[in-house]
C-alpha cells in the first residue's frame, strides 16, 4: 500500500473552518493485500480488554463473522488477479482506509462494524470507525464500483446515515463504548461532534482530476458543513 496526502482548510461563509484530509492509496497486490486483511479481522486479542457481559456478548458473533469473512477474502486470493470480487472490494477499502488513518495521522482504528454489530439489512450502517488523535469519533463509509469513481455514492450514502430521523452515528454510540472508545470520544459524539471518512475506489489513473472532481462535487460539499474534519480516501488498484 502507497500513501500520499494532503491538507486543505475551507472557510464557509459563516466562518467556520472545515479541514479536508485527502489521502490517495495505491493498492498493487491483491493478493497479498488479502492475506493481510485475513490476519488484521482475525485478530481478536481486543475482546479479551472488553468487560465480562461485552466479552460473552461479542466473541462468538465475531468468531463466526470473521469466519464469514475470512472465507471472502480467501476467494479473493484464489480468483484471477484482474478480478475484484464486489463484495470484497468493499471491504478492502474499509480496511485499508482504516490502516492509512493509523500510519498517516495516528488514528486509533475500532475493529471492523461488521464484526460487532449486527448486520439487520444490506444497508445496517457505516462501515468502519476510527477515533482521531482530538478523540473524536470518525464514521467511515466505504464503495467499490469496477468502473468509475465512487466517491459520489459514499457521500451520499453518509448524507443519508445523519439525517435526524436517522443518525446511524449516535446509533453506533452504545458500541463503540463497549469496544474502548475514549470517554471524551463518546462524550464529543453525544455532543454531535464526530468526523467523517468517504472512502472510495478509483478507476482513474488520473489522481488529479479525480481530486479536484471530488472535492468540487455538490453533495461532498454539503458534507463539509457537517463537520470539523472530512477525510477523503481515494483507493486505486493497479
Known amino acids: 500500500m502507497i500513501i500520499q496526502k494532503c491538507e486543505l482548510i475551507k472557510q464557509f461563509k459563516d466562518g467556520t473552518p472545515c ?23 482475525t485478530e481478536d486479542s481486543w475482546i479479551s480488554d472488553l468487560d465480562p457481559i461485552c466479552k460473552v456478548s461479542y466473541q462468538y ?29 468493499e471491504y478492502m477499502i474499509s480496511i485499508e482506509s482504516g490502516e492509512a488513518l493509523k500510519q498517516s495521522l495516528n488514528h486509533k482504528v475500532f475493529p471492523l462494524a461488521e464484526l460487532w454489530k449486527e448486520k439487520l439489512t444490506g444497508n ?7 477515533e482521531t488523535p482530538d478523540e473524536l469519533i470518525a464514521f467511515g463509509e466505504a464503495k467499490y464500483r469496477s468502473s468509475g469513481n465512487a466517491y459520489r455514492v459514499a457521500a451520499e450514502q453518509i448524507q ?13 454510540a452504545s458500541f463503540l463504548r463497549d469496544i474502548r472508545a475514549s470517554q471524551n470520544a ?24 479525480v481530486k ?9 460539499k454539503e458534507l463539509e458543513k457537517e463537520t470539523s474534519t472530512l477525510f477523503l480516501i481515494g483507493v486505486h488498484i493497479k
Do not use: W
Open 124 to 130: 445496517s450502517g457505516f462501515d468502519f470507525h476510527t
Open 160 to 172: 443519508e446515515f445523519i439525517q435526524p430521523e436517522i443518525r446511524k452515528d449516535l446509533g453506533d
Open 61 to 89: 458473533k465475531v468468531k463466526n463473522t470473521s469466519k464469514k469473512l475470512t472465507e471472502i477474502f480467501q476467494n479473493q486470493i484464489e480468483s484471477p488477479q484482474q478480478e475484484i470480487l464486489n463484495t470484497f472490494g
Open 212 to 220: 479536484n472532481n471530488c472535492l468540487n462535487d455538490s453533495v461532498i
Open 19 to 41: 479541514n479536508i484530509q485527502y489521502i490517495e492509496l495505491i493498492i498493487d497486490n491483491i493478493q497479498d493485500t488479502a492475506e493481510d486483511m485475513i490476519s488484521i479481522i
Open 186 to 209: 463518546i462524550q464529543n459524539l453525544i455532543n454531535n461532534k464526530r468526523d467523517f471518512i468517504l472512502a472510495y475506489s478509483m478507476n482513474s489513473s488520473n489522481f488529479d482530476i
